[in-house]
């Protein structure tokens, strides 16, 4: 069975600094991909990143970099020089080749301080 | 704007009653998903169709039921409506049928009251 995993329910950050989200996943399906996406509290889902099972190199896009460690089975978002507007629910979600649905983890919510 | 338009954005209803979501998916985008966000359950995946067929199923109720027509846009409907039913509804699509790099392109969202 495919189960993704969030054990952080919520954590404080300050301006500028950096934080690390965690997300672990469990599938046998040796194609698959893991997502983040950002909720805040206006409710819509924004993607912010994507890392392909196969994918040699961590992904990034912009201040977001998934630190991407395939044998424990880790995919953890790691946010550079928080902002105010980064306080948000943090969802990570998998999918695979075989199974097509997404499955999403409980979600980590992140207030940062001035 | 990620292009997934759903209707109606808020809807307040009553115990038994029955509703019908919309969505609308990105222009091209074959796959369609359902999604339940309520507060003590997270993002619960519901149903997904892919080019009109329903491709994998979640934990739907079996008084929820969606479709896909062939324009792609989709419904879900909510029968025998409980309390429990409150929550945010999610539409997303994806130009894929499965997995890989394709991401979901979500809507804003119906958010359902049932009073």
């Known amino acids: 069975a495919q189960k993704i995993t969030q054990t952080q329910p919520g954590m404080f950050v300050q301006e500028k600094e950096a934080v690390t989200l965690d997300c672990t996943y469990d599938?046998?399906?040796?194609?698959?991909?893991l997502f983040w996406y950002k909720q805040p509290s206006s409710g819509e889902m924004i993607f912010l990143i994507y890392?392909?099972?196969?994918?040699?190199q961590n992904a990034t896009e912009g201040r977001y970099s998934l630190n991407f460690q395939k044998a424990r089975k880790s995919a953890n978002l790691v946010i550079s020089a928080s902002q105010l507007g980064d306080s948000a629910m943090y969802f990570c979600?998998?999918?695979?080749?075989?199974?097509?649905?997404?499955?999403f983890g409980a979600g980590t919510q992140v207030v940062v301080t001035p | 704007d990620s292009g997934v338009t759903q209707t109606p954005k808020h809807l307040i209803t009553a115990t038994g009653q029955r509703v019908t979501l919309r969505c609308s998916p990105r222009s091209g985008d074959l796959s369609v998903y359902w999604y339940q966000q309520s507060l003590d359950q997270g993002l619960q995946f519901l149903i997904q169709y892919y080019n009109g067929e329903e491709r994998a199923k979640g934990n739907i109720l079996e008084r929820f039921s969606a479709q896909q027509f062939p324009d792609l846009h989709s419904e879900l409907n909510l029968s025998s409506l409980e309390l429990g039913d409150s929550a945010l509804y999610f539409c997303?699509?994806?130009?894929?049928?499965?997995?890989?790099?394709?991401?979901?392109?979500f809507g804003e969202g119906s958010r359902l009251t049932v009073l």
């Open positions: 599938t046998s399906d040796p194609s698959y991909g």
């Open positions: 890392q392909g099972s196969y994918d040699q």
């Open positions: 979600a998998m999918t695979t080749d075989s199974w097509g649905k997404f499955q």
């Open positions: 997303a699509s994806s130009v894929r049928p499965s997995g890989g790099s394709g991401e979901l392109f």
